[in-house]
């Protein structure tokens, strides 16, 4: 996702600095080149030498040390990233005061910065550092975190630096092109239960991870996005309006709702097919045998696509074998603009992994893409979507 970038850290003092080791792995991981910039007070936290070896460069820490550095090294930086943010670099930063290697490159610098402010909630909410945080923020300066929890001053409250994916997904997004501003992305993920009794339940497969990836990449895009999702554990992504539901009639009215607001429209759901007549309020006693009466569940899909007004609309066919024809019936027969088919029986695609192999099918082509990973398809999916509408306009 960053190779070729160019990203510069900023390390302050606090007790996350030891957290920027595996910032620094992270960036690396996705083929961004670092270089770090450590202040006097991160290296009472952290050695030069760990965040040396981590990223495998030298470290700049004194101003003196080679002339102009404060202009050479931001000069091909793509993103400064300053994690964790403490609150005397954000009100440095925030007056315009250059005193040390780190806020002199800062100064020098007019690209993209994220803070990543770390601290004390009680320095959090002083009303002086809430104004300089706030006349960054008013420049463009983007904020992650921090999140609430345990503080090492034992304290609980809001002040501990966000999560290291957290930054990793902000400094992704701001350096990815905002091709989906101004679109509303309704995405469907995970299975959904059909009641029996109170204590059990018929359910398809699903982890949620395609449906989940959707809406990570359609938000990092610029998009707004509404989730829809059945019971599923995995986090979803952070800015992304999450709607939880139970039963295929709980996901059909969710969609109902929010279909009008949206743009684009992709059911990833793995909804039952079918769900008992009736529900038993009380459990039902064990036997030898037990037949249950099961009725077709509504088709969600089918409903949007007879619908006079619809968004460009998505589908997915999970089928196990090489079913093509099927997949294509179903585009036609939902009346879709694209569906993209799984073939879940293949090694390391479908259920519960976090790659997939599919191939996007709309009216008039067919696209074969290779396994990767799921973001990676929903790259793919949303590169075809953008494709395809702009050949619409
Ligand atoms: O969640 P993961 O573990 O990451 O797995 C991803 C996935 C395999 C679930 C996903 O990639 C996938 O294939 N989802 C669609 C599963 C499915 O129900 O396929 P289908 O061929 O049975 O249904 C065709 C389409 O109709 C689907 O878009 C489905 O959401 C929709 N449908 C089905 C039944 C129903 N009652 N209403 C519907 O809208």
């Not at 609980?156 to 350096?175: F, H, P, Q, Y």
């Not at 101004?182 to 959904?192: I, K, N, S, Y």
Request: proline share 4%.
């Amino acid at each position: 996702m960053l190779k070729g970038r160019s990203i510069l850290l900023g390390i302050t003092g606090s007790v996350a600095a030891y957290k920027s080791i595996d910032l620094i792995k992270r960036l690396k991981q996705e083929g961004a080149s670092v270089k770090v910039i450590m202040t006097g007070a991160s290296q009472r936290f952290i050695t030069p030498l760990s965040i040396e070896l981590a990223a495998g460069d030298k470290i700049y820490t004194d101003m003196f040390e080679a002339p102009l550095s404060h202009i050479s090294l931001p000069a091909g930086a793509d993103l400064f990233i300053i994690a964790p943010a403490s609150a005397d670099i954000i009100g440095k930063y925030a007056n315009g005061i250059a005193d040390d290697m780190l806020s002199t490159t800062l100064l020098a610098y007019s690209g993209k910065v994220i803070i990543a402010p770390a601290m004390n909630w009680r320095m959090y909410e002083n009303p002086i550092f809430r104004k300089n945080l706030n006349y960054l923020a008013s420049l463009g300066i983007k904020a992650v975190g921090p999140d609430r929890g345990s503080l090492a001053c034992g304290e609980e409250g809001v002040g501990r630096m966000a999560d290291i994916e957290k930054i990793m997904e902000s400094i992704i997004t701001s350096l990815t092109v905002q091709d989906l501003a101004g679109e509303q992305v309704l995405v469907t993920a995970g299975p959904t239960r059909e009641y029996i009794d109170p204590i059990r339940y018929i359910t398809n497969r699903s982890s949620g991870k395609m449906g989940y990836a959707l809406a990570a990449i359609a938000k990092r895009r610029g998009a707004e996005v509404t989730l829809i999702s059945g019971p599923v554990s995995v986090i979803p992504p952070d800015g992304v309006d999450v709607v939880t539901v139970g039963s295929a009639r709980e996901m059909r009215t969710a969609v109902m709702e929010a279909l009008p607001m949206s743009s684009i429209f992709i059911m990833s759901a793995a909804v039952a097919d079918f769900m008992p007549v009736d529900v038993r309020d009380s459990k039902i006693e064990k036997k030898e045998r037990l037949q249950l009466n099961l009725v077709k569940t509504r088709d969600i899909l089918e409903e949007v696509g007879a619908l006079k007004s619809k968004p460009f609309t998505v589908g997915f066919a999970a089928e196990t074998g090489h079913r093509l024809d099927r997949a294509r019936k179903k585009l036609l027969g939902k009346d879709m603009d694209m569906i993209v088919f799984n073939d879940v029986s293949r090694k390391n695609a479908g259920f519960d992994v976090d790659t997939n192999e599919v191939v996007i099918l709309d009216r008039g082509e067919e696209k074969k893409l290779p396994l990767m990973s799921k973001k990676d398809v929903a790259v793919a999916i949303f590169d075809r979507i953008l494709e395809l509408k702009e050949n619409r306009l």
